[in-house]
């Protein structure tokens, strides 16, 4: 049940952070800002309900896969779900993999968001626009 609740109040949490970034700072706040809101939020819920990192970046990114595949959201992309869903479980495992090397969550989630923020970066590129995948 912890995994549930960290993993929706972290999806919640950078979904109105991300909106509010957008809304201020356009869309180039999705290819650096999200990164970094999103790492924070899916780790600190987790370890702030103690609950497992890797199962709480799991669920956010089924959730925001669940969003890819409805037809507001990325025109119901498939490979965009699958896409989100494993982003967020392998920046979950860097996030953990750093931290145990580092003795550090602050530091496995920066390395996380940096590599987010590449992928972004990258993903933006590709399609010719701000928003991320």
Do not use: Q
């Amino acid at each position: 049940m912890r995994v549930v609740v960290a993993g929706l109040l972290a999806a919640g949490a950078a979904w109105l952070a991300n909106t509010w970034l957008e809304t201020r700072y356009g869309e180039r706040a999705l290819v650096f800002g999200t990164p970094l809101l999103e790492e924070l939020c899916k780790t600190g819920a987790a370890l702030l309900m103690g609950a497992p990192v890797l199962a709480v970046h799991f669920l956010f990114g089924t959730v925001e896969a669940l969003v890819d595949l409805l037809p507001a959201g990325r025109r119901g992309s498939l490979r965009a779900g699958a896409v989100s869903l494993l982003g967020h479980l392998f920046f979950g495992a860097v996030t953990m993999g750093v931290a145990g090397l580092a003795g550090s969550w602050w530091i496995g989630m920066a390395a996380a968001a940096v590599l987010h923020m590449g992928w972004n970066s990258l993903v933006a590129g590709l399609a010719g626009t701000g928003r991320r995948s």
